[in-house]
């Protein structure tokens, strides 16, 4: 079955970019989106598509896809960005989620 | 605006089956695949199927193949998802969300339901 790879966690400086990876065999080829999900929530959707932004979500978000790695990155973070990331992507019909990073802001 | 509402949190007894649902609003329920998702407590989220309201067709994800059921009453805009011979295991947090089709994402998400499989 397919695996998507995320790193458990990744910590970053108010102010900073962050960087989140997810790997997959030619993920570049595959549809992927990201989801910020905070405790207690349920997760919301911050990328599709790759690099697109759903309305409402700040241009610090930003998605890029190619090889078999896909990442998203947040500029300029703020503590208000400190969550679980998720990304996904479509494979033969079925879906994909990987294990997901939590991003610390600190 | 687009919503999902679900149902309230389930306590159940291992061997017995729970049934979910997820009440959508703000759009045509019929225009948008129904999926669950679910997240046992600390954990990541896991893919359990999807439904496509107009047709009812389905596609489960191979773990829960024959113990998921995804069903809709578009009458009303609700997708129901009920899983059967619970045990400890699948107490977790259970999603619907809706896909926005060709890889737009699942947007919005519902409010999750808690399901507790305990003797």
């Known amino acids: 079955s397919y695996e998507l790879t995320q790193p458990p966690s990744v910590s970053v400086s108010p102010g900073q970019t962050a960087s989140i990876s997810c790997s997959g065999d030619?993920?570049?080829?595959?549809?992927t989106c990201w989801y910020q999900q905070k405790p207690g929530q349920s997760p919301v959707l911050v990328i599709y598509q790759q690099s697109k932004r759903p309305s409402g979500i700040p241009e610090r978000f930003s998605g890029s896809n190619s090889g078999n790695t896909a990442t998203l990155t947040i500029s300029g973070t703020q503590a208000l960005d400190e969550a679980d990331y998720y990304c996904?992507?479509?494979?033969?019909?079925?879906?994909?989620f990987g294990g997901g990073t939590k991003l610390t802001v600190l | 605006q687009v919503q999902l509402v679900q149902s309230g949190a389930e306590v159940k007894k291992p061997g017995a089956s729970v049934k979910v649902s997820c009440k959508a609003s703000g759009y045509t329920f019929s225009s948008y695949d129904i999926n669950w998702v679910r997240q046992a407590t600390g954990q990541g989220l896991e893919w359990m199927g999807w439904m496509n309201p107009n047709s009812g067709n389905t596609n489960y994800a191979q773990k829960f193949q024959g113990r998921v059921t995804m069903t809709r009453n578009i009458s009303i805009s609700t997708a129901y998802m009920e899983l059967s011979s619970l045990r400890s295991e699948d107490t977790a947090v259970y999603y619907c969300?809706?896909?926005?089709?060709?890889?737009?994402?699942?947007?919005?998400w519902g409010q999750g339901t808690l399901v507790t499989v305990s003797s």
């Open positions: 969300a809706r896909d926005n089709n060709v890889g737009a994402g699942f947007d919005p």
């Open positions: 996904q992507a479509w494979d033969s019909g079925t879906v994909v």
């Open positions: 030619k993920l570049g080829d595959k549809y």
